[in-house]
């Protein structure tokens, strides 16, 4: 079946520090990968998605490049802000897993907390 | 403001007693599904429905019930609740149209059952 695994932290940075979160997945079929992010006592937010490999998503200063070959979607921001404090979630969705189920299956999530 | 609501945002309740927690979504969306969030799980998908009067079961449907009467709502159903499902629970909504469409997630339910 499939899989995601994310370093799950917590991950503690200084502001402007260099962020790198690890993803790899494991799919029977070709998926989209995405990251979620979840603030505080709020829901996941789309933070980008590719589709096919070597797609880069981009969104907030944070990017990560669909790496078929390595099976891997790392995040990464080059500067972090205090305001990027929240838990990650890795995340796929395979096209071909079943049909007409868009199920996303989560990594287990990783903390970032950010300090001034 | 494209969005998806859940309601109650928290309940604490008791072993046996019937409970619903409503969705709805103003999106027009046709795939709606509902996850659990545990500690150390991650986020589990409970059911799922593709449109009106088509649902299915997800990875952990034991204990729930759904229905989609409508396309906007999206009901998720505990007959007789036991403590195992308390955890925190997300409603979410996209177009049926491939994978790669992203999902819109409601802010959650915490449901406490003692």
């Known amino acids: 079946g499939n899989s995601v695994t994310q370093m799950e932290g917590p991950v503690t940075l200084s502001e402007e520090a260099f962020l790198t979160i690890n993803c790899t997945y494991t799919?029977?079929?070709?998926?989209?990968l995405f990251w979620y992010v979840q603030y505080p006592g709020e829901g996941l937010q789309l933070l980008l998605k590719a589709t096919k490999a070597d797609d880069k998503g981009s969104n907030k200063g944070f990017e990560a490049t669909y790496r078929k070959e390595t099976t891997s979607f790392h995040l990464e921001k080059g500067s972090v802000q205090v305001s990027d404090s929240a838990v990650y979630f890795c995340a796929l969705s395979d096209r071909w897993s079943g049909g007409s189920n868009y199920k996303l299956t989560f990594g287990k999530g990783t903390l970032l907390t950010v300090n001034p | 403001e494209a969005q998806v609501t859940q309601n109650p945002r928290y309940l604490i309740t008791v072993t046996g007693k019937k409970l619903t927690v409503t969705c709805s979504q103003n999106?027009?969306?046709?795939?709606m599904s509902w996850y659990r969030q545990d500690p150390g799980l991650g986020l589990r998908q409970i059911y799922y429905?593709?449109?009106?009067?088509?649902?299915d079961k997800g990875d952990v449907p034991e204990g729930y019930k759904v229905s989609r009467k409508e396309k906007r709502n999206f009901p998720l159903i505990l007959e007789s609740p036991s403590p195992n499902q308390t955890s925190l629970y997300f409603c979410?909504?996209?177009?049926?149209?491939?994978?790669?469409?992203?999902?819109?997630f409601g802010d959650g339910t915490r449901l406490s059952i003692l």
């Open positions: 999106m027009n969306h046709e795939y």
């Open positions: 979410a909504s996209s177009l049926a149209r491939g994978s790669g469409q992203p999902q819109h």
């Open positions: 799919a029977t079929g070709y998926p989209s």
């Open positions: 429905s593709m449109n009106v009067e088509v649902t």
